[in-house]
């Protein structure tokens, strides 16, 4: 089956966001506390609005869709950051008003967006520019396994060889095998944990990997 990747305008990242908030169902914890209600209309309005914000105030951050090439219908999509002269600053993640329902879940959400890069972060501090990063992507489910994330992964790796960078990412279980096929090497393997103060920790294992530079 034939796939097209193409940069993704604004009206394409909310196709994407809702495919990607399909993908996990409710399922994952951590999308489910960043990302508020995604699967609900109010929810997933403000979360879009919080995504296509990011991507107009920061100019390393770029989108791009996958395709099915016959009949155009976007099947996926992901979310880069190129970064040529300057690494991104760490940050705690923030939305508009009525994102989370209540401090505490927003609190929450940080705590666990705090662990989630903390590997990732590293990574970024130890390797010299220019880095690629693979933020996130995701394939609807009667796309995946069908050559579309390969397509889209490969775009953005093509890129990243093109200027010479590396490339990182945080996957989940589901991500492994497609990552480490396109020279992905684990670096750190873990559980996300939070603060005491937020009771039980969670379930939710990633994985911190990286792509190492190609020479010219």
Avoid at 42 to 54: A, C, D, P, S, T
Avoid at 111 to 118: E, G, I, K, N
Avoid at 186 to 202: A, S, Y
């Amino acid at each position: 089956m034939p796939f097209k990747v193409e940069a993704a305008n604004d009206a394409d990242i909310e196709k994407i966001l809702s495919i990607i908030f399909l993908c996990y169902g409710g399922k994952n914890e951590y999308i489910n506390a960043v990302f508020p209600r995604a699967l609900t209309e109010e929810g997933h309005k403000l979360n879009v609005e919080r995504m296509l914000f990011i991507n107009s105030v920061a100019p390393s951050v770029f989108w791009e869709k996958v395709s099915d090439g016959e009949t155009g219908q976007i099947v996926g999509g992901a979310m880069w950051n190129l970064c040529e002269q300057q690494k991104p600053p760490p940050y705690d993640i923030d939305g508009p008003p009525g994102t989370w329902e209540s401090e505490s879940d927003k609190a929450y959400a940080q705590a666990l967006q705090r662990s989630f890069v903390v590997d990732e972060n590293r990574l970024w501090e130890d390797n010299e520019l220019p880095l690629l990063g693979l933020a996130m992507m995701g394939i609807s489910p009667e796309f995946q396994r069908k050559g579309a994330g390969a397509a889209l992964l490969e775009s953005g790796l093509n890129l990243a060889d093109a200027k010479q960078a590396a490339t990182i990412l945080v996957s989940n279980e589901d991500g492994l095998r497609l990552y480490e096929k396109h020279g992905f090497e684990t670096q750190n393997e873990r559980d996300l944990t939070v603060p005491e103060e937020f009771g039980q920790n969670t379930d939710v294992r990633i994985w911190t990997m990286i792509r190492e530079r190609k020479s010219a």
